[in-house]
């Protein structure tokens, strides 16, 4: 079974910044695509951002565009989210998930590991 550990997330002030990281003890963590998902209370997961197993293709929530960012290292095993520019609503639990098969999905049912979760809150 594949086990992903989020870390990165806190409290900060509306316009700044978080990086989270995705990390996996996976030896074949290169054929996996992963995600970035997240829920607040009272709603449904949302999808955030995903990237293929390669890095090369990425796919991003109409509500983050241009102000995240996902990334991999496929060496270190992580998954990164860099958020820049945070809005009261990105305060959230996000979660990564490992999607076997290599390519990106944006569909929390197109993906096999989940993570706990970190929580993100935004202030105003």
């Known amino acids: 079974q594949v086990q992903l550990v989020e870390s990165g997330g806190g409290l900060v002030q509306a316009g700044g910044s978080l990086r989270l990281s995705c990390a996996t003890s996976?030896?074949?963590?290169?054929?996996?695509?992963m995600g970035w998902f997240r829920q607040a209370p009272g709603k449904d997961r949302e999808f955030v951002a995903s990237?293929?197993?390669?890095?090369?293709?990425?796919f991003y929530a109409d509500s983050v565009k241009g102000r995240f960012s996902i990334s991999r290292d496929n060496i270190k095993n992580t998954v990164y989210l860099q958020m820049d520019s945070l809005k009261p609503e990105d305060t959230a639990v996000y979660s990564c998930?490992?999607?076997?098969?290599?390519?990106?999905?944006?569909?929390?049912?197109?993906?096999?590991?989940w993570g706990q979760g970190t929580q993100v809150t935004v202030s105003s």
């Open positions: 998930a490992a999607r076997g098969g290599a390519k990106a999905g944006i569909e929390p049912y197109e993906y096999d590991y």
């Open positions: 996976e030896r074949t963590f290169d054929t996996y695509a």
């Open positions: 990237i293929n197993w390669s890095g090369d293709r990425t």
